[in-house]
């Protein structure tokens, strides 16, 4: 079964092969490094906040910081220790039960909207948890034969990638979480901005036809993709423009203040519904104040900055701006299409401060595809022409989710640094709005 | 403005340019024809319900059949004679309220869970609405000038497609309500069916490459198409292969008797939500019964044919069974490339009666396309390339439900003959399972 | 069995002992006779209202009107016919259950808020059930021997003050369907209304002591009342007053001027929560127009007359008016003691016209007791000391409802002429608004 | 204002009138000894439990401990030192928003079932804020003229009752939360318990007549009562039985095995409806394990004492038990006659150790009619004769709760000793469970 499993995780990370003539020491030291680093980074996040803090939940969707520390050792404890290290075992039975998201192949899970009801295991235990896992996972990684290190090595890096999307979703859930009370309390240090002059929207246009998108077969272990990006495949585009930087917080008070929230005729059917029921608005965090329009941030409330990007929009919204706008959502082609060629730099999560979008600085081209805010295309998550889900826990992973959400480009400053690429396809609900989500406008050319 | 309404109805419907040398007075003769017959066939489908019958409303999805009736007279009223027949007026204000199904830009609408509420106008009074509409409009038509007509004509076009769609939803509406009886009441008197041996499944290959999907300028006014079904655009498709026919209650049981309801694997998360939180363990109308499954239908309740399409199935039901299958659902643009050179034949509401999926009669080629049930596919309703969405009242008919909903394609039983065609698409929220709705399997070739 | 049910009922009902000395005949002429007039007027009831009117049911507490012409049928069937007559059947075993309301002693019941949804049997259907329990029900009283004479009669006598109940809530559920309609439709006619001068309002004293309420054992048939009015005991009150007459429209007027659904501390607890929660503002049926207050009547809409009697109130809107108007609201041995020697005259539903609160007429000591509107009380709906359900079916009718109501006193406008005494004990939950409920105003003297 | 609001406490809290001569040194020596001591044992109680235990909210009716703990002392501050002790101020001024509970006389309350959300103010400031306000109070209680004292000390002896009641919800809250734990954690040690030979039922015979329940007006200090408990006033009761205990797990047992959740003649119609809705098929917290019946408690999960009194049950539970047994629930009234000269001992919340009800000790008499559980009586919570609501915010304490509830009497093994008297009338929805809550029959004699 670790076979099988090692092989279902080759399918939906689509890790590098190891190429016939690679130095094996280099490529454990090169993982080792990575597990190290980026452990290190999940409890650096965490280190702020206390044990109070640590255990609110504010929504079934989000999650509470300890449950994230504890899921993120679980991943590992299933998929790399359970099998593969001889007399393993978690401090206790429950944990597996306990700490499972939504592996149906790993038994039943623990009533989702409740985790922030389980003051025990208490922080100090998940901590020790996690210790342990890492002590024995550098035992195997230190231990294994060529033949079982080959199998361990893509679920390994897998979990760490794995261990990055949860970095992200601890950001988005305690801002969350706090954000409910009426203190505004930070959990993080505001990052300090350079004042720029604001940079003029554009729309660069592009050629489109066929083109390809989706990863590729990876040549090396540094090309990690999730299963979802591929398989590559041929999408025929029309010629298209896109804007040269996000919408702005600036621009979206004008749709604000043009009565965008009371015009049924800019909205989709569902979204009209939402905004009837749920009385949106504006995006989640804003908030009017006799000082004028703030924003509740990791670092507390703060003025709203007009030219840094939208954020906290949910698809609906997005899509009505771009209505508004004249302009519509690029699709996942065209984005991917468009950045396929820039390097992935921008705001991203490096440090445990400044987690907020920041403006554009001037420059030429796309501005701000990485980093910053992630961008709702109007693509649905569907799967890749040739596309099957690994079999298996794994294939558990993203393949079930295909279904009610809408994909989202380019990472944010949420997003840990390294994490994402041009073919990443985030995916989220189309009313979903905690996470860093703004958009960029697309017209047909 | 009655000309940008008119103007809008060409972008909405997308109806047969008149040709420089058309005869106008056949044009006239032929609208005017089937305005007749369409009319009189909803008259035809609602005869046989009795008043109260026909203020049944079983869910906040479905309406009255008196409502169709009356809401398909207030399309021509509020589209066609009121910006265009002076001195028209409805029999009551208020029926521009109570009437209108959802088109913002004609003011609110009345709340829609509560239209089995609506006792007055009672029957009566409605058929003589129908009466009035009808009267009007046969006036306006025969004494409009030519431009009037070249004005009204795609309005009057675009509401007997409407009307076909309600026609439709008469169907499916009445069921519902009447599966809600414990009495198992029969709407229609069934059909009859000759015995046939089962046809077999076979797929066929089918090679794929650039090919053009969509509904193309129309070259005359027969070749009507809705503004979603554009623009003709280029898709490139991977080979592939589609079953030659609609999966069958047969091969359906055996998913259930397998434990299909009961393996998370097959399913995806929302649907596998959906199973538990619903209970659900078969398609909606099937009944155990101590005589073996039965199914409710528009004639009673029935013994369940093995042979016949399985129907009334949600997405996420068709996809688990193409999971379990070693399978998946066609693109709808697989589905339409496949169907395109087929000629639109098939089990289609011709009569009121018989509306029931039949089984397929021996033959080769991919058989059943059109007709028996609608085939789910994996694709979401999303606005083709280029596409956008006529302003005013009328472009709301189509544009704004494209969110949260998937493609279905061929019609059903339930469906008015010549309402279909290759390129046409319906779209459903993956849960709506009132629908004559099955799946047809597709693969990787 | 039947004996057994006759006991219960005669316990249920606490029908008229028959004296020693009665003549039989007489009784059972002057039991068929109350059994036409009754039977009679539910049908005249129900009469102005159309087939489509009599399928409505606008909320689960309400039932369409067709389903009270064929429930009040089915008690008859059920437990005089059923046991009684050999050879009875209903048209439809499905009757039983269909036309149950809420006897599990009788099996399962249809789901309740899905009573609008059976437009067949149709009305005609029901109308000849009706006939059919009639014809045998005459037969019975006709044929039956002395002794399954004694044994029907007080099931018989039940049945009727039964369905004199559903009579009311004919009245009270049609005005509730329709109200949903924005066309505002007319139930009845209205009634005529002499004009004529306010009656002011002012308290009369009563000196309490150990008084004795309920109702006490019949000395003969027309000495009918319910088991919940018993048995007879005494009580200690306070020195205590009542208002002349019930509180009126522009009394309450006056409390919602004064920002009476805005002040917290008027306001119960749960009362508080509901007003949030709903949006409450003014009574139910009251609207503001442009015109002024106006309230949806049987009749249609009418301008709201501030001298009748306020309706339409619920529990906690009575009592909040009344802390607001430093009162409070009588107990119901209050009211009971003070209304034992009055005659039980009064605005009745006498007539199916006129269904709606007059203004009190000019007079002395307590006016409108008796008739108009149910005065809600502030004692909750408990057993009297030494109350025992009936064992069986019949000892569902009431004993089972005693938690979460509050009792209500008095009849009113839409109760049948004969059906209520000083005793009666009226219940509905403290939310309900949709009776014809108001308020006398209580002190402590 | 902080006359009025003495006097409102003073009529909320009915406390003892201090006699002319009294010794005021002694007054304020007894009444600061008695503020150190209930304050002390409130943060005995909450010592074992963490700061993450302390942060859990399980259910909108329940609070999270580190809430009891400001809200007990936020009494303190607004209704004491606020209006009293100049110069004071809390740490934050938004702490009397965040810890109003439910005064609306105090302004606006922070969102009560997002309590368990606040992890800032962390644990350590909610301590530095009792604190604050212990020496606060400490300080005013020393330097009071004497006239500021007598208007201070029934504030401070209500604060003291309040928080009394806040230690038995800390209890009942905290057993709520861990119980959603899947690891079945203990929040104290279990007590020990003298196995002793089952004490068996038998009924007490009770004369009733005319008698006098509620509290009288206070002689002294230490008489306090709340002002719902008065006045005091003559009620009649006919002549009764009380069972000599409560009843006991096994006997609920029997209940249970003889089908009684499954037998809807022995329910209230609102009992039934909850007991479809939910599933109910034991008390709150009992476990069917491998090993038999198990129930959580606040130790840990324990197997079920067959002679300990049933717990945890809902007041339809508690009535449909007392029909199975062919018995009733006593009122209020012959509760407290019957227990109106029983000193007033038991198992009380003495030390935070031993928290779950023990069996009856052999004994005469009625028997646990104070301590170990709460019993349920048939009487709705409503205010007695002449009882009148205090004005402003100390008014809320009670009477806005006067609708919707049942009285339960006696105290339970998580009410402080020395909380309870004969006439204290405790009170909840029929639907709560959480409260140490069962019942004691009762009968007409």
Chains 1, 2, 3, 4 share one sequence.
Not at 156 to 161: E, K, N, R, T, V
Not at 268 to 274: I, K, Q, R, T
Not at 336 to 363: C, K, N, Y
Not at 388 to 400: I, L, Q, S, T
Request: net charge negative; aromatic share 12%.
């Amino acid at each position: 079964m670790s076979t099988a499993m090692s092989r279902a995780a080759s399918a939906a990370a689509r890790p590098g092969v190891t190429p016939p003539g690679a130095e094996p020491d280099a490529v454990r030291a090169s993982l080792s490094a990575r597990f190290e680093a980026v452990r290190a980074f999940t409890a650096a996040l965490a280190e702020p906040l206390s044990a109070e803090d640590q255990l609110l939940q504010s929504m079934a969707d989000a999650s509470p910081t300890k449950w994230h520390l504890a899921h993120t050792s679980w991943f590992f404890d299933v998929f790399v220790l359970t099998p593969h290290l001889p007399g393993w075992a978690p401090p206790d039975p429950a944990f597996h039960y306990l700490y499972n998201s939504y592996y149906n192949a790993h038994g039943p899970q623990f009533h989702r909207p409740s985790r922030g009801l389980i003051s025990r295991p208490s922080l100090a235990e998940v901590r020790a948890y996690r210790g342990a896992v890492e002590e024995a996972v550098r035992r195997l990684m230190t231990e294994a034969s060529g033949a079982r290190f080959a199998e361990i090595a893509p679920l390994i890096a897998l979990g760490l990638h794995h261990e990055q999307q949860h970095q992200e979703l601890i950001c988005t859930d305690i801002k969350h979480a706090l954000s409910v009370n009426p203190l505004d309390p930070a959990a993080y240090p505001a990052g300090r901005t350079a004042p720029a002059a604001p940079v003029p929207l554009r729309f660069l246009g592009l050629p489109g036809g066929l083109v390809e998108i989706g990863a590729r077969a990876a040549a090396s272990p540094a090309d990690f993709s999730y299963d979802n990006e591929g398989p590559r495949h041929a999408v025929m585009l029309r010629p298209y423009a896109l804007a040269n930087r996000p919408v702005t917080n600036g621009e979206f008070l004008a749709f604000i203040e043009a009565g965008g929230y009371e015009t049924a005729s800019l909205w989709l059917s569902d979204g009209w519904a939402e905004v009837q029921r749920e009385g949106r608005r504006h995006p989640l965090y804003w908030r009017r104040t006799e000082a004028g329009w703030a924003e509740f941030t990791l670092a507390g409330l703060a003025t709203l900055d007009p030219d840094a990007p939208v954020c906290h929009l949910g698809f609906y919204e997005a899509d009505a701006f771009a209505s508004f706008s004249g302009a519509r959502l690029p699709t996942e082609a065209e984005w991917e299409h468009a950045a396929a060629g820039t390097s992935v730099d921008g705001h991203f999560l490096s440090r445990p401060e400044g987690i907020h979008p920041r403006p554009a600085a001037p420059g030429e081209g796309l501005l701000q595809l990485f980093g910053d805010v992630w961008e709702w295309t109007g693509s649905a998550y569907l799967p890749y022409p040739g596309y099957r889900a690994a079999p298996g826990a794994v294939g558990e992973y993203n393949g079930k989710f295909m279904s009610g959400q809408m994909v989202l480009r380019g990472g944010a400053c949420s997003t840990p640094e390294g994490h994402v690429r041009a073919s990443y396809r985030n995916f989220f609900p189309p009313s979903a709005r905690w996470q860093f989500s703004g958009l960029r406008l697309a017209r047909d050319a």
